[in-house]
C-alpha cells in the first residue's frame, strides 16, 4: 500500500504534498497495473494540482479541503483556457475526469465530483478531426525513423514503422506477434491484427485483417530486427510492458516531437488517410476531399472499411482519424 499516514490525515494518508498524494492513490486503486492509465490521470492531476497553487486557484495542499466549488472553479479556469485557445475541449474535459477519479481514489467515494465535465464547460467535445495528421509525408517518416535509430531507438523505429504501414495502436505494434504475422504475410497475403488489441477484441470472432503490401512486409522485417533474441514481439523476454513505456518508449517521444510528429496515434490517423485515398479515389476529407458530395455509397463503404482495419467497427468513429463529412 502507498499510505503513509492515517486514512483521515492529511491527503486522506498518502502524504503532505497534493502532488505526490494523487498518483499514490491511482496506483492503488489500480493495484500497480494500468501504467499507462495511472500516468494519465496523473499527469492531468498534475496540471490541477499547478492551479491549485497559482494565484488564480485556492491555494491548497490538502485533498481533504476541495470540495465541489473548488472544481467547479477549476472548470471555470479551463473554460477560459479554451476561449484563450491555449487547450483544447477535449484537454479540458479530460483533465476534469481524472481529477474526479483522483479524488475518488484519494477519498474513497465519489462525494466531490463533477457529475458532467461537458456540462461544467459548457461546451462539447468534437469526434471529428479539424487539423491533418502528421506522419502522412513519407520523407518525414523517413527522417523519423533515422533519427531514432541513430540514437539507438531501435524499438521504437519498429513501432513507427508498424503503426505507419498497418493503422496499429502503440499497445498492439509493441505485443504484436511477428513470427506469427511474418507467416500470414507470407500464407495469405495479409496479417490479422490480433495482440494487444483493445476492448479484447482479439480471436477469431474479431478478426482485422490488413493487406501484407511491401510496405507492411517492410514494417515487418523491420520489427523482426529490432525484436530482442528469443522473443516473438518488441519486448525483452522478462521485460512488461509498463516498463518498456517508461523506460524506453517516454524518452524517444521528445525526439519524435522535434521531428513534428505529435504523437504515434497521428500514424494510426495517417495510416487511415492513406486507405481512404487508396479506396475512393480522393484525398481524405481531412487533406481536402470532398468524396461524399460525389459518391456517398463510396465514402460510406470506405468509412467501413477502415472502421473495420483500426479495429473499431463503428463506422462514426472514423471521423476522428480522417475527418467528417464535406
Not at 8 to 22: E, H, I, K, P, V
Not at 91 to 99: D, E, F, G, I, K
Not at 232 to 250: H, I, K, P, W
Not at 299 to 314: P, V, W, Y
Amino acid at each position: 500500500m502507498a499510505l503513509v499516514g492515517r486514512r483521515d490525515g492529511r491527503n486522506f494518508g498518502y502524504g503532505r504534498q497534493l502532488s505526490y498524494a494523487g498518483p499514490q492513490a491511482l496506483k492503488d486503486m489500480f493495484a500497480g497495473g494500468h501504467f499507462a492509465t495511472v500516468k494519465a490521470h496523473s499527469d492531468r492531476w498534475q496540471a490541477f494540482v499547478k492551479w491549485c497553487r497559482s494565484a488564480d486557484g485556492p491555494g491548497y495542499n490538502d485533498a481533504r479541503q476541495i470540495d465541489r466549488s473548488t472544481l467547479h472553479s477549476y472548470a471555470t479556469h479551463l473554460r477560459q483556457q479554451i476561449q484563450q485557445g491555449e487547450i483544447c475541449i477535449a484537454t479540458a474535459q479530460n483533465r476534469l475526469s481524472s481529477v474526479n477519479r483522483t479524488l475518488a481514489a484519494l477519498r474513497g467515494d465519489q462525494y466531490v465530483k463533477i457529475a458532467s465535465p461537458s456540462k461544467a464547460l459548457g461546451m462539447q467535445r468534437s469526434s471529428v478531426r479539424t487539423r491533418a495528421p502528421n506522419g502522412q509525408d513519407h520523407q518525414q517518416l523517413s527522417r523519423v525513423i533515422e533519427a531514432l535509430r541513430e540514437q539507438q531507438h531501435y524499438r521504437v523505429a519498429a513501432i513507427v514503422c508498424l503503426a505507419r504501414a498497418t493503422g496499429m495502436r502503440l499497445r498492439e505494434a509493441i505485443l504484436a506477434d511477428l513470427p506469427r504475422l511474418q507467416r500470414e504475410a507470407k500464407r495469405f497475403g495479409r496479417i490479422n491484427i490480433q495482440d494487444g488489441t483493445k476492448g479484447g477484441r482479439a480471436g477469431a470472432s474479431a478478426p482485422r485483417w490488413i493487406a501484407a503490401n511491401e510496405k507492411v512486409n517492410a514494417a515487418l522485417q523491420i520489427a523482426c530486427d529490432a525484436s530482442p533474441i528469443s522473443s516473438r514481439n518488441l519486448l525483452v523476454q522478462d521485460e512488461s510492458y509498463a516498463n518498456f513505456l517508461q523506460q524506453t518508449v517516454r524518452p524517444a517521444r521528445e525526439l519524435l516531437q522535434k521531428q513534428g510528429l505529435k504523437g504515434f496515434h497521428e500514424l494510426r490517423a495517417a495510416y487511415a488517410c492513406e486507405r481512404y485515398e487508396q479506396l475512393t479515389g480522393h484525398a481524405a476529407p481531412i487533406n481536402g476531399g470532398h468524396c461524399y458530395r460525389i459518391d456517398r455509397n463510396l465514402d460510406q463503404q470506405a468509412r467501413q472499411q477502415i472502421s473495420i482495419e483500426l479495429g473499431h467497427n463503428r463506422i462514426d468513429v472514423v471521423s476522428a482519424y480522417i475527418g467528417g463529412v464535406t
